[in-house]
């Protein structure tokens, strides 16, 4: 544990010295990148200074002593611009940590894109200026490199970067204790809706709806198979004759079982769901039956 | 908006959890009454179908004379057609309705036979008891099919058990001779 404190200890030391020098770096970054533009936009002239000579020039062109040229100052060179530069570069000597804390330069599209679109411009070379045109009318760096756009820019990183830093400034026992007591409260939410699933309270549990009892399902048997019935002797009003199948008869109710005893007689059988079986002898029908002709759908026909 | 997304980057896992939790307890203490409402949605709709066939099938037979003609369930007699078709009331969501032409067997009083004149000075005739016979004649139901017992429950509840019962997964209802199906429900 100690360790661990100890390694959490010196992270955060090191967190904490990278963005104290990212803070002390970033007003500088301007004259910085300033200098170095200057010197970027000086090395042409000298790589073509130095190309000529090594050329050979033009023939007619003067005669060019490299050892001079650098010791002596040429006309048109920001002098200031130059001191910049060289403390620039000594102050990064100078750390050398800093090199390795600077974060990864993300690609740059505009600056790929604007190799990759020289490459494939293929400009002849003596018509440099053309082809700088051309490429600056492939490309608009306008809004992008406009002082307003880069000031908002700025503004939003940081912003972010005060965001992060007051989140990091919470100490962790309060953001611990939140989160205990959040996760408390969020159990036993969910142990109460368990709770409600499980053994629904009465304000919770709406109205049930209707069931079949035992004794409505025997009587919707029995009806079943005294219409079924009826289906029956109708067919054998028409034709003189039993059905030798239920197919025969112009309504079949699901379930029901015809069994033939005779010319004459027949049973009509339904189970129940515990299996007992409920017979309808035409010969001799239950009561229960009697019951329900006397008062059900064929009462408009009794006498 | 922005208000709203600062909020949501800055809740953490325990926030998220809480949030869950009362979702999940809403959706506890809701969802019974829901499913109970849709439920009796379905059987008010169901009750309502099995009214519109029944008086639909009445003044049918009361113009042609005869019941409609028998259909499997799900599917209208070509006499009711105008309330039949996709998005009719034969099939529904949770059941199907059939229409169902019964033969029922009535024993009527034979008309006595004429028999012999009596000759002079025969004894008179014992009368002889009323001959019974059969006859059929047509009924209409209604059937609701469904393998939702409830539902079927609440259609035996309703319109009861002296002209409609359940077997299996049907509903069958026997319609009346003079009376709307609805008039006979509790």
């Given at each position: ?12 030391k ?101 190799a ?20 600056r ?20 990183a ?7 830093d ?15 007591w ?16 499980l ?47 239920l ?57 | ?51 519109a ?59 006595p ?48 058990s ?25």
């Amino acid at each position: 544990m100690a360790r661990k404190k100890k390694r959490k200890s010196s992270s955060k030391k090191k967190k904490k010295a990278t963005t104290k020098t990212r803070r002390k770096k970033a007003p500088e970054a301007p004259p910085a990148q300033t200098a170095e533009s200057q010197q970027q936009a000086e090395e042409p002239s000298e790589s073509a200074t130095l190309g000529a000579a090594e050329d050979g020039g033009p023939g007619d062109g003067p005669a060019i002593d490299l050892d001079a040229d650098l010791d002596s100052e040429p006309d048109g060179v920001d002098l200031d611009a130059v001191d910049a530069v060289e403390r620039l570069i000594a102050e990064t000597l100078a750390t050398p940590g800093v090199a390795e804390a600077e974060p990864e330069r993300p690609a740059d599209p505009v600056r790929d894109l604007d190799a990759e679109v020289l490459a494939k411009a293929e400009v002849p070379v003596g018509d440099q200026a053309a082809a700088e045109a051309a490429v600056r009318a492939k490309i608009d760096l306008g809004p992008v490199s406009s002082p307003e756009v880069r000031d908002r820019l700025l503004a939003q990183a940081l912003a972010h970067a005060e965001h992060k830093d007051a989140r990091y400034r919470v100490p962790f026992s309060e953001v611990k204790a939140a989160a205990r007591w959040k996760i408390s409260v969020a159990t036993l939410l969910f142990l109460i809706a368990g709770l409600v699933v499980l053994v629904p309270p009465q304000w919770a549990r709406p109205a049930p709806p209707a069931q079949l009892g035992q004794a409505e399902r025997a009587l919707g048997l029995r009806s079943a198979l005294l219409l079924q019935a009826q289906q029956v002797e109708a067919f054998r009003v028409r034709t003189a004759r039993l059905p030798t199948t239920l197919d025969e008869v112009m309504v079949t109710l699901p379930g029901i079982r015809y069994v033939r005893s005779g010319s004459r007689a027949y049973q009509l059988i339904l189970y129940e769901a515990d299996g007992n079986a409920i017979v309808y002898d035409s010969a001799n029908p239950a009561a229960a039956f009697q019951s329900l002709v006397t008062g059900w759908v064929f009462r408009e026909a009794q006498p | 908006m922005s208000r709203i997304w600062e909020i949501l980057r800055a809740a953490t896992l325990a926030d998220a959890l809480v949030v869950l939790a009362v979702l999940v307890l809403v959706t506890a203490i809701l969802s019974p009454r829901l499913s109970a409402r849709a439920f009796q949605e379905r059987v008010a709709n169901a009750i309502a179908d099995v009214d519109a066939l029944g008086t639909a099938a009445l003044v049918s037979r009361d113009l042609r004379g005869r019941w409609p003609a028998s259909t499997p369930p799900g599917e209208a007699p070509a006499e009711l057609s105008g309330i039949g078709g996709p998005g009719g009331i034969f099939s529904r969501e949770g059941y199907r309705l059939g229409w169902e032409s019964l033969e029922v067997v009535d024993s009527v009083v034979a008309p006595p036979e004429p028999g012999p004149p009596p000759a002079a000075g025969d004894a008179p005739r014992v009368p002889e008891s009323p001959r019974m016979q059969p006859v059929t004649r047509m009924v209409g139901a209604i059937s609701v099919h469904s393998g939702e017992a409830p539902l079927l429950a609440e259609l035996l509840a309703h319109y009861g058990s002296e002209v409609s019962f359940v077997v299996d997964t049907l509903w069958l209802l026997v319609l009346p001779e003079r009376t709307a199906p609805s008039a006979t429900g509790r």
